[in-house]
Nanobody, 124 residues
Framework: QVQLVESGGEAVQAGGSLRLSCAAS????????MGWFRQAPGEEREGVAS????????YYADSVQGRFTISRDNAKNTLYLQMNSLKPEDTAMYYCAAKASAILSLKEANYNYWGQGTQVTVSS
C-alpha cells in the first residue's frame, strides 16, 4: 500500500506563509495524482489543490488560486503545498491524498490513500 505522512502545519498570523510537506512511501508507483485537502471544524473536507505526478500539472480550488502552490519532488517522493497570504479562513486540518486514476480532481471520493493530517491555524 501507500503511506502518506504530512508535516509543516503550525500556528501563524494572517498574511504569513507556510509550506506543508507530505512524504510518501510504500507502493508509490500505484498513484498518478496527489492532492491536498482541508477540513475545518464543523465543515466538510474540501479539495484545495491537485497535481499530476508525471508532469507536475496543477489544479486549484478558486479559494486558494494565486495564494497556494502545489508541487512535488518525485526523487524524494514528497508532495508540497506552499501557502502564502494566509487568511483566518484557511485554518483547518490539512490532508494529503493520492489516487491511481490519472485525472486531476478535488473530490475526496476519488482518492484511494490518505495521510493523518497536519493542523494549520491562522490568527487575525
Amino acid at each position: 500500500q501507500v503511506q502518506l505522512v504530512e508535516s509543516g502545519g503550525e500556528a501563524v498570523q494572517a498574511g504569513g506563509s507556510l509550506r506543508l510537506s507530505c512524504a510518501a512511501s510504500g507502493y508509490t508507483w500505484k498513484y498518478n495524482v496527489m492532492g491536498w485537502f482541508r477540513q475545518a471544524p464543523g465543515e466538510e473536507r474540501e479539495g484545495v489543490a491537485s497535481i499530476y505526478i508525471a508532469s507536475g500539472t496543477p489544479y486549484y480550488a478558486d479559494s486558494v488560486q494565486g495564494r497556494f502552490t502545489i508541487s512535488r519532488d518525485n526523487a524524494k517522493n514528497t508532495l508540497y503545498l506552499q501557502m502564502n497570504s494566509l487568511k483566518p479562513e484557511d485554518t483547518a486540518m490539512y490532508y494529503c491524498a493520492a489516487k491511481a486514476s490519472a485525472i486531476l480532481s478535488l473530490k475526496e471520493a476519488n482518492y484511494n490513500y490518505w495521510g493523518q493530517g497536519t493542523q494549520v491555524t491562522v490568527s487575525s
